[in-house]
C-alpha cells in the first residue's frame, strides 16, 4: 500500500503564537502514526514561489494522513495556527 504525505509550506507571522501551533501538531502527528521527514531546515528554490518552513510528513497510506488531518487533534492544533503563519498543505499518495 503506498504510503501518503501531507506537505506543508509554511510563512510564519507570529513565532511566538506558531510555537503552540506546533506542539500541539507534533502531538496530533504523534498520536496519528506520522513521521516528520523535513521540519524546516535549509532549503534552496529551485522554481516558482517558496515559503521559508517547508514540512513533510509520512503516513503509512494516504487514508491514515487525511485521518490525521481532519482529526479533532490537528483541528484543534490548526485553531492555533490561523492568523500566525500563511500555510499550503497538500497530502499526495506516495509511489508504490
Known amino acids: 500500500m503506498p504510503k501518503g504525505y501531507i506537505i506543508a509550506r509554511i510563512n510564519v507571522t507570529d513565532p511566538v503564537a ?9 502531538e496530533a502527528i504523534r498520536k496519528h ?5 523535513v521540519r524546516g531546515g535549509q532549503f534552496e528554490t529551485l522554481e516558482g514561489e517558496a515559503r521559508p518552513r517547508n514540512v513533510v510528513i509520512e503516513f503509512d497510506s494516504y487514508e ?33
Open 18 to 26: 506558531y510555537a503552540e501551533y506546533a506542539k500541539a501538531a507534533t
Open 33 to 37: 502514526g506520522g513521521k516528520p521527514l
Open 64 to 96: 491514515k494522513a487525511r485521518e490525521y488531518y481532519f482529526s479533532t487533534d490537528y483541528q484543534a492544533a490548526k485553531a492555533l495556527r490561523m492568523g500566525k503563519a500563511l500555510a499550503d498543505l497538500v497530502l499526495v499518495e506516495g509511489a508504490a
